[in-house]
Structure formats: C-alpha cells, structure tokens
C-alpha cells in the first residue's frame, strides 16, 4: 500500500519534472561557478607535444621535486621521533592498552629504547639519532611531520599509497600526475625519472612510477646510474650518418600522415615519444656519464667508497642532481631492495635490527646529505622540493621473541625541505611511545595535497576523467597542511 502512489501518473509525471529541472538547475550553476564544488581542472595536453611546459593553477613555490623512497619501513623511533618515555620504560610491557598487543606479525614484546643515542641538532636543536649523523647535520633545513598515518600495514599497499595514493593497484603515481598537469621545461629528457636502488627495485616494482590510466606518456622513466635506459644506444652496424637520414626522412613521412589524420591523438603521442627517445639518445648519455664530476664532488657523495652498494647509491644521488638542474620535473630515488629478502637490502627491520640498520645507514646517509648539500650550494634547493618518505614506520616495542621491530601505520614521520617549506620545524606528534599519531594527525593525501601546492596546483582541482569518474591523486580527501609552508 505504501507504494501505490508509484502507479499514479500524475505524480510520476510531476516526480519526473523535478527530478529534471533540478538536473537544470544544478548545470547553470556549474557553469557559473556557484555551486560549493569547484569545477575539476583537466589540463589541455596537446598529444604532439605531450610534455610542452604548462601553466600552474597558482604561483608556484617550486619547480621541481626529488622524492627519496626508503622502502621497507624506516623506524622513526630510531632515527627522528625522539621519546624520552620510551627510554625511561624501557624493557617494560606498553602501558595504556598495549598489553599483548597483535600487530603484522604477531605478538608483541616489551618497549625498546632507540637503539642509537639522540642529540640536539643545529641551531633548531632538533633531537636526532646517531644512526643518521650526516644527514642530522642538516637538521636546520628540514622540516619534520611527525603524525604521518598510512591505510596498510603491509608493505605492498603501502608503497602503492605513498606513491600513487591508493592501495589498489591501477591508479597514477605523483610524478606522473606532476608531469600530466605540468610538463617539462627540458626537452630532451622525460618529465619524470625514477632510479631504482642499485641493489633492485621495490617490492611493487614499476607500478610505484606508472601512469595508471593516465596517458603512458606521463610515466616515468626508470634507469640508474649503473644502468642505462633500455634499447636508446645505436646499434654498432649502423652508422651516425645513416642514423641521422633515417631520423630525417622517417619525420618527412611522419608529418605527411598527420596532414592526412590530423585528429590522430594516438599517432601524434607515438611520434612525440619516438621523437623525445631521438633526443634521449644524445641527452642520457652525457647525463649518465658522471666522469666530469670534481674529485671533490665524488669525495662528498662518497662516489667511490669501497662498499659497493654506498658508491652505487652515491651515483644515483649525483644523477638525481644532475636531472633536476636539466629541469626535469620529478624525480623518485629509491633506497632499499627487496629482491635480497627482508630487511637484508631493505628497512624491513623485523628479526635483526641492530645489525642490519647500521648496513642500510651507512649506504643512505652520506650520499643523501650530500645531495641535500649540493642543491643548496648550487641554488636548487632554492626552487626545489624534496622529500623523504616510506611506506610506513615501526613500533616502539620488540616483537615478542625477535630482535625487531614490527610494522606500524598509526604514526610515523616524513620530512621535507626546501622550496616553500620551513626550516628546522616540526609538526605534529605521535604519543610518549612513538605508537599513534596524536597531535595535527595528518595522512598520506595531506602530504600528496602539500606536494601538489606547493607546486602550483590545486589538488581538488587536477583531475582526469575515467570510466565515468573524476579521479584524482587524493580521491576525495586532502587538506594542505598550512603549519609547514613557509
């Protein structure tokens, strides 16, 4: 009975009337500007020229960004969340509800110190651990988010979130969001770079520098300084000559296919990429070769020291330096592999921390300040984002019957530096243990909101329309956090 009102026809007639003026009245809003959602930005990519330069949606505080990926979870409590509490309870069960707490992998055990001393730094006195000396040097020029929180306690998903901001897989990574809204200002080498530890890749492998559904042109290109980009070289049988009149005459050909299908789009990004990869071949192999840096240079960065492993992520460092100052966009430099099982080339920190961390510092910290250094030197740091990120942190206690510490999602810190960013600052906290973000919790779309405006973009704005939906790098969340900018 209560639906009979359905058969009449009257009122479907007039249900059906309001249902569509309110369809009208909702388009002349849209397209006055007034309704409360701002209208979604999508920016005019021309398919010949995929990577020609385009406007911010602001002023932009940066150019550029570096992203420095430590994979396998890097333990704040050991590096820059200092706890006097979790010294002065040591060895003790955590109070307050952590009793037989369940976590990644099982029970946990009593609360652990940091295992490495923590001391003032700089003229901020930030309290950092000696596990990291020479990047505690540059305490001043940082700015630490201490209540980072993540949706995964798995390192998969986790990774994928911190790069593409979701924990599914299919979805656009930052740099590739980067270089669709913005382009290049370089046009011979790609918008977006990512250099893989020398040691492999991490534990989602491409997918962390995909373009998801995004154009593939806005991927990025992933090489190393001990490996070259893939198929670029010439091959021997081929002269330079010969090169040269082929890349000639197959442009002539070229352009006569697009005067006859010049609304081709797939065709004009097939040519653009063929034409970006001409120029790559003279481009990367002057950036590749690092033989004209100073001895001075190779000596800061630590280029030729006798661990193997250091000296190859010292030269990815000095290539990140040297694609930035070319202009490229974005750039995502990886520490840590997975392919040597966990926590051996890796932060993953579950069985042996105290003699594992020591290995994966002394590859990480030289190189990186270095790099932090030799920006701010050179003016780029001036103009340039950087950031350093993992998937997630651990927690403040052992687990039970190990010597390491499990994963945790529920607080951890990232920092950055540079363009637009205040120096020797710290924002947000996690409890006494170093356990939960508590104060100014922030997430991992409050980071991707802060990156993107930091750039000159609006975050709810920039979006791509697929399968029926706006998408965009924070989905429907985000706030920029305002307390870090300078």
């Known amino acids: 009975m209560n639906s009979r009102h359905?058969?009449?026809?009257?009122?479907?007639?007039?249900?059906?009337?309001?249902?569509?003026?309110?369809?009208?009245?909702?388009?002349?809003?849209?397209r006055q500007g007034l309704l409360a959602?701002?209208?979604?930005?999508?920016?005019?990519?021309?398919?010949?020229?995929?990577?020609?330069?385009?406007?911010?949606?602001?002023?932009?505080?940066?150019?550029?960004?570096?992203?420095?990926?430590?994979?396998?979870?890097?333990?704040?409590?050991?590096?820059f969340d200092y706890k006097p509490e979790l010294i002065r309870l040591h060895d003790q069960p955590m109070p307050a509800g952590g009793a037989k707490l369940i976590t990644f992998q099982g029970e946990q055990g009593n609360l652990v110190k940091p295992l490495w001393e923590f001391k003032p730094r700089g003229q901020s006195g930030k309290m950092m651990s000696d596990l990291l000396p020479n990047l505690a040097e540059m305490a001043d020029d940082m700015c630490f988010i201490h209540?980072?929180?993540?949706?995964?306690?798995?390192?998969?998903?986790?990774?994928?979130?911190?790069?593409?901001?979701?924990?599914?897989?299919g979805f656009p990574?930052?740099?590739?969001?980067?270089?669709?809204?913005?382009?290049?200002?370089?046009?011979?080498?790609?918008?977006?770079?990512?250099?893989?530890?020398?040691?492999?890749?991490?534990?989602?492998?491409?997918?962390?520098?995909?373009?998801?559904?995004?154009?593939?042109?806005?991927?990025?290109?992933?090489?190393?300084?001990?490996?070259?980009?893939?198929?670029?070289?010439?091959?021997a049988s081929i002269s330079e000559n010969a090169e040269m009149a082929s890349r000639e005459f197959l442009k002539r050909l070229n352009?006569?296919?697009?005067?006859?299908?010049?609304?081709?789009?797939?065709?004009?990004?097939?040519?653009?990429?063929?034409?970006?990869?001409?120029?790559?071949?003279?481009?990367?192999p002057e950036i590749s070769d690092l033989s004209s840096e100073s001895e001075a240079t190779r000596k800061l960065y630590g280029m030729d020291d006798s661990d193997k492993s250091k000296a190859g992520f010292a030269k990815n460092c000095v290539l990140?330096?040297?694609?930035?100052?070319?202009?490229?966009?974005?750039?995502?430099?990886?520490?840590?592999?997975?392919?040597?099982?966990?926590?051996?080339g890796n932060w993953d920190g579950h069985k042996a921390i105290a003699s594992q961390y020591p290995v994966h510092a002394n590859i990480l910290d030289q190189p990186c300040a270095a790099l932090m250094k030799d920006l701010k030197s050179r003016g780029l740091l001036d103009d340039t984002l950087v950031a350093l990120v993992t998937e997630f942190c651990r927690m403040p206690t052992f687990q039970k019957n190990a010597n390491?510490?499990?994963?945790?999602?529920?607080?951890?810190?990232?920092?950055?530096?540079?363009?637009?960013?205040?120096?020797?600052?710290?924002?947000?906290?996690?409890?006494?243990?170093g356990w939960k973000a508590v104060e100014n919790v922030t997430t991992i779309y409050d980071l991707h909101s802060t990156i993107l405006h930091l750039l000159g973009l609006d975050h709810e704005r920039l979006s791509f329309y697929n399968n029926g939906i706006e998408r965009r790098l924070t989905d429907v969340h985000g706030h920029v956090v305002k307390p870090v900018l300078a």
Not at 262 to 278: F, W
Not at 326 to 337: I, K, N, P, T
Not at 418 to 426: D, L, M, N, Q, V
């Open 6 to 30: 359905l058969l009449d026809r009257r009122r479907f007639l007039g249900t059906t009337m309001h249902g569509l003026s309110g369809i009208a009245l909702t388009s002349l809003l849209s």
């Open 37 to 79: 959602a701002p209208l979604p930005i999508r920016p005019q990519v021309d398919s010949s020229q995929p990577y020609a330069p385009r406007q911010p949606h602001h002023e932009a505080k940066a150019k550029r960004v570096l992203v420095v990926f430590c994979t396998g979870a890097l333990s704040h409590v050991d590096t």
């Open 147 to 169: 209540s980072m929180t993540a949706k995964s306690n798995t390192h998969g998903p986790a990774e994928s979130q911190m790069s593409t901001g979701f924990t599914l897989d």
């Open 173 to 235: 990574s930052m740099g590739a969001w980067t270089s669709y809204a913005l382009g290049s200002e370089c046009d011979n080498l790609p918008a977006f770079v990512a250099i893989p530890d020398p040691r492999g890749g991490p534990q989602i492998g491409q997918r962390q520098w995909a373009s998801g559904f995004l154009p593939a042109v806005f991927q990025g290109t992933a090489f190393n300084a001990d490996k070259a980009i893939a198929n670029l070289s010439r091959p």
């Open 255 to 284: 352009g006569r296919h697009m005067e006859q299908h010049p609304g081709d789009t797939e065709l004009a990004a097939r040519i653009s990429s063929y034409e970006l990869a001409a120029k790559m071949q003279l481009a990367a």
């Open 320 to 344: 990140a330096r040297r694609l930035l100052e070319r202009g490229v966009r974005f750039v995502q430099l990886f520490h840590g592999a997975y392919a040597m099982g966990e926590g051996v």
């Open 404 to 433: 390491g510490r499990d994963h945790n999602p529920s607080g951890f810190t990232v920092w950055l530096a540079g363009a637009g960013i205040k120096k020797g600052f710290s924002y947000g906290s996690t409890d006494d243990f």
